[in-house]
């Protein structure tokens, strides 16, 4: 039945190499990744620039009740500045850590957020911090401003109106660069670093892990259109509305697409696919169908190809479509429908965290 449901989507091939050979190992994904990753640049995210050579970080002065004390005392919480070369000069944007005291280095999740209050209602710091996991969280307006106006660090770099970074690949660009950070301090396990975010940024923190692969596992919640949902077949927003409300979240090459989902030569598969092999997870919510949870489902299933490819379960799912309360988390591939509505729940933290205890990633 799943199977029938995603034949109908007629999605483009991901296992096939440009030079026509079929994806069969491991050193042919490695290729292949390239391919895709330079697929999405040129057709949807724009291309990312080069990382800068090293990321410093200022730790703001505090009261000792909001540095050491934070958080009934179980946590060390800094407000730190980040700052870069760029080729427009240093760019510096303000980062909140806050690091358990239970561990001698702490599972971190870089959090992509709306707003800079912490914690904030779609991030419960308090519920997090008990199960051991550290947060860096930063606001992403103040990387650049979620609008046509290219400010900050989008002032920074030289962009080709075709295939020049969107806000998505930027905001997604400034979580990496808080992991360099993060590889400065002795406080964080880098082993087990989780790139998070909803919706918009949901999106963000899908193309951030799949170029990062530093990053150990990738959460997306709730990102569907040119997120984690599949753009053929589906409902809600369509792939025309995203460019025509939002078209500075995408390069220029990008707007050609709307209303033609059936030629491009992309699907939000093969973003999910540049996860693999590490740990994928993908969260919807019943009531949203302007994400679409069936088209972000869909997508999983068929993203499962690149874990198989090495010999690991993709989505592990019986052969229907979720329901809510029953999270799918066996496979490299991880799945849950939630009741409700768009938002970044508690319950949808619930489910990260046990995934992340579970395999301890
Ligand atoms: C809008 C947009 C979505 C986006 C969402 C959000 O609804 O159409 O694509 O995911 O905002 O970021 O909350």
């Known amino acids: 039945m799943l199977m029938e449901k ?8 991901m296992m096939i190499l440009d030079n026509g050979h079929a994806v069969r190992t491991p050193d042919d994904w490695r290729i292949r990744r390239r391919e895709l990753i330079d697929l999405l640049s040129r057709e949807e995210y724009g291309y990312t ?4 050579e090293r990321v410093t970080g200022a730790i703001r002065p505090a009261p000792d009740q909001e540095m050491n004390r934070a958080f009934a005392g179980k946590a060390v919480q800094q407000t730190i500045d980040l700052s870069f070369d760029t080729p427009g000069g240093v760019f510096s944007f303000p980062v909140i850590l806050c690091v358990p005291r239970s561990a001698a280095k702490a599972p971190v999740f870089v959090y992509i957020a709306f707003r800079r209050d912490f914690p904030d209602r779609y991030l419960p710091v308090e519920e997090i911090l008990d199960h051991g996991f ?3 969280a930063f606001c992403y307006e103040d990387v650049t401003a979620d609008s046509a106006c290219m400010n900050r660090l989008a002032a920074l770099y030289p962009r080709d109106e075709k295939t020049g970074w969107g806000k998505i690949g930027m905001w997604a660009f400034a979580a990496s660069r808080v992991l360099d950070y993060l590889e400065t301090r002795d406080d964080i396990d880098l082993t087990r670093a989780c790139v998070s975010g909803h919706s918009r940024l949901g999106k963000t923190a899908l193309w951030c892990g799949a170029q990062d692969e530093r990053f150990s596992m990738v959460i997306s919640n709730d990102s569907g259109c040119c997120g984690a949902a599949l753009s053929r077949g589906k409902i809600g927003e369509t792939v025309a509305r995203i460019n025509a409300v939002f078209p500075y ?12 989902e059936g030629e491009m030569p992309f699907d939000q598969h093969m973003l999910l696919a540049l996860t693999a092999p590490r740990r994928l997870y993908v969260c919807s919510a019943e009531e949203d169908s302007w994400a679409d949870p069936e088209s972000e489902f869909l997508s999983c299933l068929a993203a499962s190809e690149a874990w198989q490819l090495h010999r690991l379960a993709g989505l592990v799912t019986p052969d229907a479509l979720p329901v809510p309360g029953s999270p799918l988390l066996d496979g490299g591939v991880c799945y849950h429908l939630r009741t409700g509505a768009h938002f970044h729940s508690r319950t949808d933290w619930g ?3 046990a995934c992340r205890e579970r395999f301890r990633i």
């Open 351 to 353: 489910y990260h965290m």
């Open 6 to 13: 995603l034949e109908a989507r007629h999605l483009p091939q």
């Open 49 to 52: 620039p080069e990382a800068p």
């Open 249 to 260: 979240w995408f390069c220029g090459n990008h707007l050609k697409w709307s209303g033609r």
């Open 134 to 136: 550290a947060i860096a």
